[in-house]
């Protein structure tokens, strides 16, 4: 926990058009590791326990709106600029009193301990703006924090308005600030947007801070931390950088991850002990994976259970709302989609189950599919306790095979199949005797005479 002795409120800026990224979804909205980037920045704040978290959001952004709830929102209108975002938000703090810490939706890596730095250097110096800052060799567009001869903040440069000589500085401006509520609003509304871009400049408040003899301060933070992502290059590094976190953190807590590299997570996974992920695997959001299971390479995993010691794959694609039971088997290019294999279950080989449920010890046979769309409806396929699925199935949903049934190979099952039945639905054979001999000597007849 942050040890202010002040109440917090952050607000959180999203409203920006993100142009850069040249989208049509809002770049805040832009997921890292399967998650949007405001996402990461609001569960980050919300480990500060602050008294609110607003988020300020631009006109027509409903999908930003639905992607922070809980957290209210406030409109800016027009985007003026991040000191104009931060006063859109006044309205809905009008009540508080306390510190008010500002983020950007688009620094997704934040972590809660950069944000308790932040918080401390508040408590022990008491100023009235604490800024994050970082130092970098690229320090690109970043806004320059000027230093007086004493070391003292001066006044944040933002890169467009640097000169030659500023834009050597690599000390840059992070994005978080901390500031003081009782001071915050009076010089929000002192900013001007006299700059080339004609925008309204958060970053002014600091030079506004020292001219009125207020204490400004600024904390260095790592760069990582504060990464602020504009563009898909960007929006591509961040995600490796969280990729990199999280194979570090599972790998701590007893995961093993064979050639790590190319394993692909989500903010949101959670891996048990001993689990072993192979090459190649892409883990989407929502993914729980208990102690012992083995996901070997080229598996596709989202929003799914996978429980205790069960196997999956190689090329195993498991789609939302499945769950795949204790000890179960799924094997290779299957795929499985709203569905529950139970206990020690067997889906091998090549096969397709969606809106099904499986029965524990089932055994479904290489190229089971469940035929679960008519066109305009989608169908349940239930499959009792240790079913024997003869390969090359096809289950026409609604169809229910009871417990210890049995379908023959190459069977299509129209008919729900009572408990201990042997379904087959196909044609009988036909043995024709001596016929391919007498084929063969016929072809040979009808060479010689041509
Ligand atoms: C900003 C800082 C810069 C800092 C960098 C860190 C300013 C003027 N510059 O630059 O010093 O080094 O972040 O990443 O603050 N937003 C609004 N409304 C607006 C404009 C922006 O809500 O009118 C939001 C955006 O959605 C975004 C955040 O504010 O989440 C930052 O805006 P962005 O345009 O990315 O600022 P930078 O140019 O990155
Ligand atoms: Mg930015």
């Known amino acids: 926990m942050a040890s202010s002795s002040l109440p917090l ?15 049509a ?82 620094t997704p890596l934040i ?41 003292n903040l001066d006044a944040i440069v933002e890169a467009s308005e640097a000169t030659p000589d500023q834009l050597q500085n690599t000390l840059c ?3 978080i600030m901390l500031l003081a509520g009782e001071h915050v609003w009076p010089l929000l509304d002192k900013i001007e947007a006299k700059n080339s871009k004609k925008e309204f400049y958060l970053t002014d408040i600091v030079g506004l801070a020292r001219q009125a003899k207020l204490s400004v301060s600024y904390v260095e ?4 931390d ?51 992920i192979g090459p190649h695997v892409v883990i989407g959001p929502g993914v729980i994976i208990a102690d012992h299971v083995t996901i070997k390479p080229y598996c596709h995993l989202e929003q799914v259970t996978i429980e205790q010691a069960a196997q999956i794959g190689p090329f195993a694609r498991i789609r939302p709302g499945s769950q795949i039971g204790m000890g179960a088997h799924i094997g290779n290019f299957v795929e499985i989609k709203n569905t529950e294999i139970g206990q020690g279950a067997k889906v091998n080989h090549l096969t397709y189950l969606g809106d099904a449920i499986v ?38 949903a609604p169809v229910k095979i009871g417990d210890g049934a049995f379908v023959g190979a190459g069977s299509v099952i129209t008919m729900d199949v009572p408990n201990d039945t042997l379904a087959i639905a196909r044609n009988r054979q036909t043995n024709m005797e001596d016929w391919a001999r007498r084929y063969r000597e016929k072809q040979k007849y009808d060479e010689k005479n041509k």
């Open 9 to 23: 409120a952050c607000v959180v800026l999203a409203a920006g058009k993100g142009t850069r990224m040249k989208s």
């Open 25 to 106: 979804t809002p770049k805040i909205l832009h997921a890292v590791g399967g998650v949007p980037m405001i996402r990461h920045v609001l569960s980050v704040c919300s480990e500060l326990a602050p008294s609110k978290i607003v988020v300020v959001v631009g006109p027509d952004m409903k999908t930003v709106e639905d992607a922070v709830v809980p957290h209210p929102t406030a409109l800016q209108r027009e985007q003026k600029g991040t000191a104009d975002a931060v006063k859109a938000a006044h309205a809905k703090l009008k009540d508080f009193i306390g510190d008010i810490l500002v983020l950007f939706g688009d």
């Open 111 to 151: 972590t809660t301990e950069t944000l308790e730095k932040i918080v401390a250097e508040r408590a022990a110096t008491k100023a009235a703006v604490i800024v994050a800052a970082f130092r970098t060799i690229e320090p690109g567009s970043y806004g320059r924090l000027d230093l007086d001869l004493h070391g």
């Open 173 to 175: 401006n992070g994005g």
């Open 221 to 224: 933070v790592p760069h990582e």
């Open 226 to 276: 504060v990464l602020g992502v504009n563009t898909r290059a960007e929006l591509a590094g961040a995600d490796a950088i969280l990729q990199n976190r999280l194979r570090e953190r599972f790998m701590q807590e007893g995961v093993t991850l064979i050639a790590p590299e190319t394993v692909y997570l989500s903010a949101d996974t959670i891996l048990g002990q001993d689990v072993t």
């Open 359 to 396: 029965g524990a010890k089932a055994n479904i046979g290489a190229g089971t599919i469940t035929c679960n769309y008519d066109g305009f409806k989608k169908h349940r396929t239930e499959i009792g306790n240790a079913v024997f699925i003869g390969s090359n199935t096809a289950l026409v």
